[in-house]
């Protein structure tokens, strides 16, 4: 069964076709395409989301293909009546040629996947987990391919953020998925939100070129960033608790990144370094004056995360045989 989950299986043409296959679907955008008649996708976030959900619903209509939302299962669904994942996948299998899923618990996810089967519709993670947010990472990725003028083995990725440990999936299944194109990877961020164990042995496991560096100072996280290509800004911690959102915002001023600081590399080595960030941001942790300038990654990101669903849509769902057999 083809659920994509995570990027740490791909291979780097598994990449570079996606790649190319989502250039051809930035030309069929508002071409009325019909590749996906008769297809369904099902959109189930049991957690808010703007770019995902919506992207996977332009990006099926462009395609021709139909959707149905449930963007509030634990409100509007029988999960309200004590319906399992497991049973809410296996009847939504029956709508659907295939499913985009979020979810709070990636235990309970992939538990009710092991035990569906075949008897559940492929799923596509819109995001679950500390690490499975694979779209997010290839949109991401995509933009790279687009924009940096740089062999992927030869980028170099800093991720910095005071909390590397929670809500922070789109940065490790970034990071993954540039580790296995052979991308240098440098974490940097506070000794006690780390980045969980099961991302660290992924990509040992990967034998990516990988460092962290824990409580450094400003200049020390300046000086990371200017030996660096690409940029993943921090990301508002997900801590509930007031101390800790307290410490959150005292300690982003050793990772906060400025036009200003990306303009004096720039000056100083001639280097361009990349801005990304999956969004949403807010500003303690953003410096906004970064938009429509030329370190901007993010929100060509947004843009170009419509061709690569197409493009995904089209390789999950599988081209209807009439049509594959016009260009056979
Ligand atoms: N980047 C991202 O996943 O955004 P949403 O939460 O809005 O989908």
Redesign the pocket.
Known sequence: HQHLFDLSGWSQDQFITLFKMADLMDELKNSGCQLMLGRVIYNLFFQP?????TSYEYAMKQLGGQVINEVDPLRHSAVTRGESLKDTLRVVSEFANLIVLRHGNENEVLEAVELLGSRVSPIISG?FGHCY?PT?ALADIYTVWRFINKPFKDIVVLLTSPDLSRGYR?GHAFAIGMAKLGARIVYTGSAEHMIPSNVRETLIDLGAKFEEFTDLSRIENLELLSRSDLVYLPITSLATDDVERELFLKRIQQHFISLADLESIKKSTGKVIGAMH???RNKNQFDYAIDNTEFELYFKTVKLSVPLRMALIAAVVGIPLSIRSQYS
């Open positions: 989301s703007t770019r995902t959900r995001g947010h997010q789109s999956p969004l949403p």
